[in-house]
Each structure stands twice: as C-alpha cells, then as structure tokens.
C-alpha cells in the first residue's frame, strides 16, 4: 500500500500537469495546517504576527508597501497562497505579488490592539501568505506596524530572515528594481527543489517499522482538555488569556528542550489532572540536507505525549532518552502518525491540547526602517488554535509567555498551572523577577 507521502506526490502530479511554476507541492507540515484550517467552522489559518512600535511619522507607508512587495517577490513563499484544489492541498504562485499594507481605522471606542485583533481575524485565507497592517497610536505617539504571516508558509527560522530583509528593501531607493526576473526564476526553483526534497524525505521515513513505533509511544494519547463552551467567556473579555514570567538564566545558558518538556508535566498536571498521556505539539526539524535556504515552512510537528502522573515522572533524564527515540522518527508527517495511532484503536484524532515553541534571544533581532529601530510588542487576546500554547525565549534570561483559550480553561487554572511551569523551570536560588 503506498504511503500518505506517496499518494498525495502522485495526486499532486496529476493536478500540477505542466503547471509546475504556478502550482506547488506542500511538506507534510503544511499539509497539517491545512488539514486544521479545514477542521475550524470558521476557516480561520494560523497566523504568525510580529508586532513592532515606531515613533508617530517614522513610517512611509508608500515606501513600505514597495519594500514589502520587492521582499515577496524574492521569496515564493511569502507571495503565494495556501489552500486546497480538487482535494489536494498546494501552494498556488501569481505571477505577481500583491502584497500591500493595510491601514485599519479604529471604530468609535477602539484601541489600536482593538484594531489590530479585528483585522486579523478578517484575514482572507485567499490572499497572499503575508501582508501588513499599519495602526496609529495617539495615545503613545506610536504607529504599531504588523508584520503578518500564515503560518502554513513560514517557519519559524525564517522569522528574522524576514525581519533583517524587509528592513534593507526599505531602506534602498527603489526596492523593485533591485528583484531582477532571473532572481525570482531561480528562487522558485530552489523552493521547489527543497520541497520536493523534503517530501522525498518523508516519503522515506514512512516505513512499518516507524510506524509501530509512534503507534506504541502515542497509543495512550487521548484528547484531555473539555470541550470548548463559548459562554464560560466572560462579557466583553477576549477569547484568550495571558500570562508571562522572567526567570534568570540557568548556569551555563538556557534549559535543554527535554528540560522544558519535563517542566510542561507541572503545567499539563494543574490543567488536566493526574495519570493522563496528553498531547503536547512543538516544532522541529529544518531543510532536508543539500536545499538551499528558500524562506518557508519545513518544519513538522511532532507530539509528545505528556504524562501527568502524580509522581515525580521519569525526569530530565528519562524525557531526554525518550526525546532522541523520537526525533530518530522526526521526518514521519504529521498525518501519517496520526494514522499509525489511530490504527491500534486509540481515540486519539490528532488534536493538541497544548503547544510548545522554543525561540533563541539572538535570533530576535529589531526591525530597522531608515534609521528607525521598531520596539516589539505583543498585542495579546487574539484567538489560540490550542487550549494552551506557551512560548519560551532563551538568552541571558528566560522569557515566558503562555495564552490559553478561555472557552476551554478558566483564568483561575491557566495561571495555576502558569505558576506550577515558573516553579518547575526557577533556578534554584533566584526568584522571578
């Protein structure tokens, strides 16, 4: 029987027929966002937004929209659009990219964050990958710029890639005249070729023997968080709470990912109960080995099953070899272990009741426009995919951000379990500042 890999490169390649520059392939990774994007009543994507503050006036929007679109132009990611043709989902390529800055005005009683939430979730899953958003602060003397991505097109790595080029296209006379048509031939070529290389990888990785694997380690997954009740909001709060923590670093640098896996057991623990298997989702993975360094979404996600047994668990150690067993299998897609899973009898229908993403300090850098360095901002409240999701930024302190769907948790468990996670990661000595 052919794998999932290999069914959807053969239903792929009768769809793209010779339209092979305007019809792409998708990794595994992105077949997952597809698939959850399909799943959501409201069709809603995942959206990967970076905020950043200016001084009032700083800002040429005409000037931005040139070096936004001369940045989509070099990248086939960034200018092209995820979605699904005759049942297979691809990424579709126009011949030109669209990409623009949209100035949101803010309705009697709004805040700039106001706006902002209210024009992401507005987001039209049939434009371009990126787009912009440029609001005015009055109060602050500010114009908060957004830089705004579907994540089903770029990963993580890309983010500062992103950031350091969209400064440069800004600050050149004339951005458009620096993309010569060669130079966007030949990046959709390299993209293409690091897809492909990437499903071939996956394609690989599709063996019995790994799917036994995930089978075993997921087969106790269930799906643990109660079922979302929108009325449990209270009036006028957003739909998503938030709380976050500085800790200072460990000695030597940050905490090892199973050292954070191990901590998330404290938080799982608070929020779900004990002597549960709950499915813990993060990232990880790269561009198949040779590909060039095309800007887009290769990473896959795998699944961790949390246990929150009411002892002490197998610790840093047992999580660590635990770990490694299982990024040996990373290049299995998503969907694949899901069907492994499922094949045994388990529930288990592929949701995450948490999420973990890990981020480097020095990978961070600030926007730069003219001279302008933007200060990065969160603007918090905006729908989670995940009952919780929690992002860790490592550097000379630990950084801490966790948001939680308040249809799914209450405010009172979310920082309960937040408390349990600063605890669980505190060195021993300093406390949190």
């Known amino acids: 029987m052919l794998s999932i890999t290999s069914q959807y490169l053969a239903r792929y390649r009768r769809l793209a027929g010779e339209r092979s520059d305007t019809l792409l392939p998708v990794t595994g990774a992105q077949r ?22 200016f001084p009032r006036g700083t800002i040429d929007p005409e000037r931005l929209r040139a070096a936004a679109r001369a940045l989509a132009a070099r990248h086939t990611a960034l200018r092209s659009r995820v979605g699904v043709v005759r049942g297979t989902p691809v990424l579709s390529v126009p011949a030109d990219p669209d990409v623009g800055v949209t100035r949101p005005d803010l309705l009697p009683g709004e805040s700039p964050a106001d706006a902002i939430r209210r024009a992401l979730a507005s987001w039209d899953a049939q434009g371009p990958a990126m787009r912009l958003l440029l609001v005015g602060d009055e109060e602050r003397e500010e114009d908060i710029l957004a830089v705004v991505l579907d994540h089903a097109a770029c990963d993580g ?43 071939a990888a996956e394609e690989r990785a599709e063996t019995p023997a790994a799917a ?3 089978a075993d380690r997921l087969r106790a997954l269930d799906t643990h968080a109660p079922a979302p009740r929108p009325a449990r909001v209270p009036d006028r709060a957003q739909p998503s709470g938030t709380a976050q923590a500085r800790l200072p670093a460990h000695d030597g640098g940050g905490v090892s990912f ?15 109960g004990t002597d549960r298997a709950v499915p813990l989702g993060y990232p990880w993975g790269g561009r198949p080995t040779g590909a060039e360094p095309v800007v887009g979404c290769f990473l896959n996600t795998l699944v961790f099953p949390v246990d929150t047994g009411s002892g002490s668990g197998p610790g840093p150690e047992g999580t660590a070899d635990a770990w490694w067993d299982d990024l040996d299998r990373a290049d299995v897609p998503f969907d694949a272990v899901v069907a492994a899973v499922r094949s045994t009898g388990s529930r288990w229908t592929g949701g995450l009741d948490g999420l973990l993403t890990v981020d480097d300090d020095t990978r961070r850098p600030p926007l730069k426009l003219a001279g302008a360095e933007g200060r990065e901002i969160h603007v918090d409240g905006r729908p989670v995919r995940a009952p919780f999701a929690l992002s860790v930024t490592q550097g000379a302190e630990i950084r801490l951000r966790m948001v939680w769907d308040r249809a799914v948790l209450d405010d009172g468990t979310a920082h309960r379990a937040f408390d349990a996670l600063t605890h669980a990661l505190r060195p021993s000595d300093p406390t949190v500042r």
């Open 32 to 53: 997952r966002f597809v698939l959850v994007r399909s799943l959501d009543p409201s069709g809603r994507p995942d959206l990967v937004p970076m905020f950043f503050a």
């Open 157 to 199: 790595r890309s983010l500062a890639r992103i950031v350091d080029e969209l400064g440069a296209a800004y600050d050149e006379d004339d951005p458009a005249a620096r993309t010569a048509p060669e130079e966007t031939h030949a990046e959709l070529a390299a993209y293409r070729d690091a897809v492909l290389g990437q499903l």
């Open 258 to 272: 199973p050292g954070l896996l191990d901590a998330c057991r404290s938080a799982t623990r608070e929020l779900y």
């Open 212 to 214: 036994a694997y995930w």
